[in-house]
């Protein structure tokens, strides 16, 4: 956003006196005195007017090992959600929604570039899964999902998938997508039934095995950069 655009909506100045101050001199971005109004003004840029503080937000980007039971969303009137396992004053979002009964590596944060580069499927970033099932899982599940699963709720046919078999009912699975209840739906399609379902990474960000269910740490400088880089 224009700096200009940015006061105008963070002030009670009108556009002609938004101008006059950036003029003036009054405006520090990021500390640095800016008298250009075209100034691209970013999502955690530290902005002041006379010294009076517009917007001091920094980014957040937290790792929670989600419990079973906890819904992905903000708020709800029925359950519990994640939010209430968190202890953060900001705005934070989810990077990568889990059902309510699923467990494991959830990402949350105030930063919705970041996120969206994690969490879109045309990222094709590796979301990867330890997944038990009712029924045995055959070889011949490997090959589907490799192949793709057609949704035709969507009318679209998944990204090769792969499945590594651990036993006979249980599996690690890798999709590159995040699709609704994409995990459960593809075993759906192959006629088995998911039992428990937990995430162990997303990209190069892997679930923190020293975080019990229900704990959460801040991502360090190297995770935050990975999803920069895959
Ligand atoms: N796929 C599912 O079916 N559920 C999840 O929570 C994640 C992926």
Redesign the pocket.
């Known amino acids: 956003m224009k700096l200009s655009r940015f006061l105008y909506h963070h002030t009670p100045h009108g556009k002609h006196e938004v101008r006059g101050i950036i003029a003036a001199g009054r405006v520090r971005v990021d500390g640095e005195q800016v008298r250009d109004s075209q100034f691209h003004i970013g999502d955690f840029t530290h902005v002041t007017v006379d010294d009076v503080v517009l917007r001091n937000q920094s980014p957040v980007y937290l790792m929670l090992n989600k419990p079973a039971g906890y819904l992905?969303a903000t708020v709800d009137n029925e359950h519990p959600t994640v939010m209430e396992l968190i202890d953060s004053s900001e705005a934070l979002h989810i990077a990568g929604?889990?059902?309510r009964?699923?467990t494991g590596l959830l990402i949350l944060t105030n930063d919705g570039k970041w996120s969206r580069r994690i969490t879109e499927p045309k990222q094709g970033v590796a979301?990867v899964?330890q997944v038990t099932t009712a029924e045995p899982i055959t070889e011949e599940t490997a090959t589907h999902f490799q192949q793709g699963i057609y949704f035709a709720y969507e009318d679209l046919t998944t990204q090769p998938a792969e499945l590594k078999i651990l036993s006979s009912q249980s599996a690690q699975v890798t999709?590159y997508e995040?699709?609704?209840?994409?995990?459960?739906?593809?075993f759906h399609a192959v006629g088995n039934r998911?039992t428990s379902?937990h995430?162990l990474s997303m990209g190069s960000i892997e679930l923190d095995k020293s975080l019990e269910l229900g704990q959460y740490r801040a991502l360090t400088q190297d995770e935050i950069e990975s999803n920069w880089s895959e």
């Open positions: 992905s929604r889990l059902d009964a699923s979301k899964y999709i995040g699709r609704y209840h994409q995990i459960k739906r593809m998911v379902l995430r």
